[in-house]
């Protein structure tokens, strides 16, 4: 099969021909300043079912990306407020109940609206946690808190850190596992 691919054609001062595949599938090819258009062709016809592959993949990571999506919670803006204060209702007992149990004390929670983290914990020991937590299933939401207030004890991720988070929470890395999987797509929202 000698289909044509469509692709963009960068040069540089590389030394190899390389492709790369963006997520929306569309093809890249970068080559050095010198090589000729008959090699770069030659190059991306050798790579065609690779290439095809790739998409391919993509495609189904892209529709099964969708397929999570349409299973999480629905939310406008106008509900933007209500999620809010029901997070910080809920943020406040279960820290409360968590730090009871891991015989640590914090200073004030903040309820924020960010893109790129759940929560975090100040030297101060003040707690900042994502509304979009509350998005979450409450398993999830209890794993950031224990995280955060382990932090309390370790200001770092280290073996002591992770050592800390499994003693108050056996079966954190499942719900770990969650949010690398999902988070993503609540943070879209």
Known sequence: ??????????????????????????????????????????????????????????????????????????????????????????????????????????GRITIRDQRTRWGSCSIKGNLNYNWRLILAPYEVLDYVVVHELAHLKEMNHSERFWRIVEEAMPDYQRRRSWLKINGELLMEQ
């Open 1 to 106: 099969m000698n289909r044509n691919i469509s692709y963009e054609l960068i040069r540089s001062s590389r030394k190899t021909i390389a492709i790369q595949i963006s997520a929306d599938g569309s093809v890249t090819v970068r080559a050095p300043m010198g090589c000729r258009k008959i090699d770069v062709e030659a190059f991306v016809q050798e790579k065609r079912n690779w290439i095809a592959k790739k998409q391919e993949e993509l495609r189904l990571k892209a529709r099964e990306r969708e397929k999570k999506k349409a299973q999480l919670p629905k939310w406008s803006r106008k509900d933007y407020e209500q999620y809010k204060k029901l997070a910080a209702q809920v943020l406040q007992q279960r820290t409360g109940y968590y730090a009871q149990r891991m015989g640590v004390v914090y």
